[in-house]
């Protein structure tokens, strides 16, 4: 017969996975953070005598929850001031060196993911980064299990359409980034023009809170300027630390002291082809800690 003390134990030993389960769903480790302890008050509540599975049941309540939040984030989405970005994660070097880990908790893709309906996202999330068979998934959603099939095939259709195509390796990488970082602290135009590719794509989040461009800013000389004139302008004193965010290389700007805000970049063919500048402090709660994820 299973104790309150044994249904803890399961919990905490897959927390860290239901944790990555919600945060790869909803972009947010606020929200993720609350879809956890929803899941708890249901788990402790169920006759686990009769569960075969706990971390599919695990799974299935936290996928549920996650569900249930982002089609409510979706409206509170739409009269969201500015553009939208996902909540940034600091991140250990171990999910660094997990390519599929890393991979799946990117900002690269969790920026694909965004443009999913939610029972599309629940979908490929669950299927391509944590292997959950379809007859699972399909509990997990309320569909039967050929229906989540064919939902599974068009989003990845989607994402492989839209998530970057051409990679780098991880020391490229954080070349191309460290040089963008020597050049924003010197704002060096002529240094960022270098390592901007001609089609970037810079996007800065305020959530209305901070000063951020409300649209996108395209092209390379617009994006330079605009990080020189806009980011830098005011600051006595400017520094850029590195940081790894969502399992890879990132940057933690402080300005005149104080945290400002944090970049991922985008690196393809040595060249940074996306900027995402997450100044929102509501969407910075996270940042200080290192969070552990995990896809097992």
Same mark, same amino acid.
């Given at each position: 017969?299973?104790?309150?003390?044994? !249904?803890?134990?399961?919990?905490?030993?897959?927390?860290? =996975?239901?944790?990555?389960?919600?945060?790869?769903?909803?972009?947010?480790?606020? %929200?993720?953070?609350?879809?956890?302890?929803?899941?708890?008050?249901?788990?402790?509540?169920? &006759?686990? $005598?009769?569960?075969? %599975?706990?971390?599919?049941?695990?799974?299935?309540?936290?996928?549920?929850?996650?569900?249930?939040?982002?089609?409510? =984030?979706?409206?509170?989405?739409?009269?969201?001031?500015?553009?939208?970005?996902?909540?940034?994660?600091?991140?250990?070097?171990?999910?660094?060196?997990?390519?599929?880990?890393?991979?799946? /908790?990117?900002? #690269?893709?969790?920026?694909?993911?965004?443009?999913?309906?939610?029972?599309? +996202?629940?979908?490929? /999330?669950?299927?391509?980064?944590?292997?959950?068979?379809?007859?699972?998934? !399909? !509990?997990?959603?309320?569909?039967?299990?050929?229906?989540?099939?064919?939902?599974?095939?068009?989003?990845?259709?989607?994402?492989?359409?839209?998530?970057?195509?051409?990679?780098?390796?991880?020391?490229?990488?954080?070349?191309?980034?460290?040089?963008?970082?020597?050049?924003?602290?010197?704002? &060096?135009? +002529?240094?960022?023009?270098?390592?901007?590719?001609? %089609?970037?794509?810079?996007?800065?989040?305020? #959530?209305?809170?901070?000063?951020?461009?409300?649209?996108?800013?395209?092209?390379?000389?617009?994006?330079?300027?605009?990080?020189?004139?806009?980011?830098?302008?005011?600051?006595?004193?400017?520094?850029?630390?590195? !940081?790894?965010?969502?399992?890879?290389?990132?940057?933690?700007?402080?300005?005149?002291?104080?945290?400002?805000?944090?970049?991922?970049?985008?690196?393809?063919? $040595?060249?940074?082809?996306?900027?995402?500048? =997450?100044?929102?402090?509501?969407?910075?709660?996270?940042? $200080?800690?290192?969070?552990?994820?995990?896809?097992?």
């Amino acid at each position: 017969m299973s104790t309150p003390v044994d !249904a803890t134990e399961t919990f905490v030993r897959h927390r860290n =996975l239901l944790f990555t389960v919600a945060y790869e769903m909803l972009g947010s480790a606020a %929200d993720a953070e609350d879809v956890l302890q929803e899941t708890w008050l249901r788990w402790v509540r169920a &006759d686990l $005598d009769q569960v075969d %599975d706990r971390r599919a049941y695990l799974v299935r309540i936290t996928t549920r929850q996650a569900l249930n939040r982002l089609r409510s =984030l979706e409206r509170r989405r739409e009269s969201y001031v500015g553009s939208w970005l996902p909540e940034p994660l600091l991140t250990a070097p171990d999910v660094a060196a997990d390519v599929e880990l890393a991979d799946s /908790v990117s900002m #690269g893709l969790m920026l694909v993911l965004e443009t999913l309906s939610p029972t599309e +996202r629940a979908v490929f /999330v669950l299927r391509e980064a944590f292997g959950i068979s379809y007859a699972e998934i !399909a !509990a997990a959603v309320d569909k039967s299990p050929a229906a989540v099939h064919q939902i599974a095939s068009r989003a990845r259709r989607h994402v492989q359409e839209r998530r970057p195509r051409r990679t780098v390796s991880a020391q490229q990488a954080e070349a191309t980034i460290d040089a963008f970082r020597r050049a924003l602290e010197t704002r &060096d135009l +002529r240094g960022l023009l270098a390592v901007l590719a001609p %089609d970037v794509v810079a996007v800065s989040d305020g #959530g209305g809170i901070e000063q951020a461009n409300p649209r996108p800013v395209l092209g390379a000389d617009k994006v330079s300027r605009f990080i020189v004139g806009g980011l830098t302008r005011h600051a006595a004193t400017m520094t850029v630390e590195p !940081a790894l965010v969502n399992g890879g290389p990132g940057l933690a700007v402080f300005i005149d002291g104080k945290r400002d805000g944090v970049l991922t970049l985008r690196v393809e063919d $040595d060249r940074i082809t996306g900027i995402y500048y =997450l100044r929102n402090p509501q969407k910075l709660t996270h940042i $200080d800690t290192t969070i552990p994820l995990t896809l097992r």
